[in-house]
């Protein structure tokens, strides 16, 4: 990476304002966390920050308050959660840059932690307001972004501050581009990529920036029935952007000049209503009878993509292979959860369904990359410049 990471400046003494990416799920009636990954992910760098002496103030942004003040958005879980991992108590400011955040800093010792309230408890965030972030920037002498998923977003704290401080990288950031840049630039062949979600009209861009870079795509999940309809087969009533057909044709075209293996499911399970206990039947993928959907890949296409998968060294995985949500067409997706952690090669997931069904098979340690970015993966992987990422200082 050509950014400056925290290795690269003295943080000694110094107020370091952290922006981390602590969007974490909560439990809508107890108001716990109910899955801390993004909060761990950003323990490296804070820990390194307190162990140099720095003062730490760390940042984030919590769901949509749109703006204004929400209880139930308050970082508050966040800073206990903090606490337990970090073993002291890291006090949460009652505002961001307010009477309550400023006394905290004034009183921070070197080697300890602060919270500020959620950053979008101030309409001015979103704007990237340029006052809101010298304030922001006015509580502090150095600027870190470690908030990979929110890179993505050119905000006040994820990018408008940079300006007005020296800004570095944090660990995390730097650790998913090195694993969603270098690692997939320069991949160990062959290179296998496999895609899932629900439409093509938000891979598209990703597969076109594959298509320099892999050997095979692997495609899968509802964009699946696009393709196969620009290809003149019978898809039923499987979900089907017709308004797409034109670039999915141009896309098949590109992957052949490109010398990239496409591969589709050769079967599909198909229901006859979008729900999980609809009657189901596996179908060859390019004959979906009237009235029915396809809704997962069948057990012929879960081989070929189990065996593709065996001989690949490098595979990234964005996208749920069917509509997982449902448990009676999660068999695919889960079956390819499964085999990437069974795999001798270097496996990278991103997008929040394919991070969920790594997790949920407790297959997490088994994957070299579970990367914390859904949309931000996404942005990074189309080979967009991510503005959280392109405002810190070069090296
Ligand atoms: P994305 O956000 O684009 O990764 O899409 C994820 C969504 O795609 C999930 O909610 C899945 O339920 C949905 N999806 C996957 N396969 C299908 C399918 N065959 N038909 C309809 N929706 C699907």
Redesign the pocket.
């Known amino acids: 990476m050509n950014k400056k990471t925290i290795k690269d400046i003295d943080v000694n003494g110094k107020r370091v304002l952290v922006r981390c990416d602590f969007n974490v799920p909560l439990d809508k009636e107890t108001g716990k966390i109910t899955n801390d990954l993004r909060i761990k992910a950003a323990i490296p760098t804070i820990q390194y920050l307190l162990d140099h002496n720095a003062k730490v103030i760390l940042c984030s942004h919590l769901g949509k308050p749109k703006g204004e003040v929400k209880k139930s958005l308050s970082l508050k879980p966040v800073a206990e959660k903090l606490s337990e991992y970090l073993g002291f108590e890291v006090k949460l400011a009652k505002d961001i840059v307010g009477e309550s955040a400023k006394e905290l800093v004034a009183n921070l010792e070197e080697g300890k932690a602060i919270l500020l309230e959620n950053v979008r408890f101030d309409a001015r965030e979103e704007e990237n307001n340029t006052e809101f972030s010298k304030e922001l920037a006015s509580i502090a002498d150095i600027y870190v972004n470690d908030a990979f998923g929110t890179a993505h977003r050119a905000h006040s704290s994820t990018a408008g501050v940079a300006e007005f401080l020296p800004s570095v990288a944090g660990f995390l950031i730097e650790k998913e581009v090195q694993m969603l840049g270098d690692k997939l630039n320069n991949p160990q062949r062959p290179f296998v990529a496999i895609l899932?979600?629900?439409?093509v009209s938000?891979?598209i861009k990703v597969i076109e920036n594959l298509l320099t870079k892999v050997d095979t795509i692997i495609i899968?999940?509802?964009m699946?029935?696009t393709f196969l309809k620009a290809m003149g087969y019978e898809i039923g009533n499987?979900?089907c952007e017709l308004d797409r057909i034109d670039i999915a044709k141009e896309t098949l075209e590109k992957a052949k000049n490109a010398g990239v293996k496409l591969v589709f499911p050769k079967d599909t399970v198909c229901a006859d209503e979008?729900k999980n206990d609809a009657n189901q039947k596996v179908v060859p993928s390019t004959n979906i009878p009237e009235g029915y959907?396809?809704?997962?890949i069948g057990p012929e296409a879960i081989l070929e993509f189990t065996e593709i998968l065996k001989n690949a060294k490098t595979v990234m995985w964005?996208?749920?292979?069917?509509?997982?949500?449902f448990e009676n067409f999660a068999k695919g997706t889960n079956a390819i959860a499964k085999v990437l952690s069974e795999i001798n090669a270097v496996t990278v997931v991103g997008?929040?369904?394919s991070v969920s069904a790594i997790e949920k098979g407790g297959f997490s340690n088994k994957i070299t990359h579970v990367s914390t970015g859904g949309g931000a993966s996404l942005e990074f992987l189309e080979g967009k410049p991510l503005p959280g990422i392109e405002c810190l200082d070069n090296k």
């Open positions: 899932g979600g629900a439409k938000d891979k899968g999940g509802g699946t029935y499987s979900i979008f959907q396809g809704l997962d964005n996208g749920p292979l069917g509509v997982f949500e997008g929040g369904d």
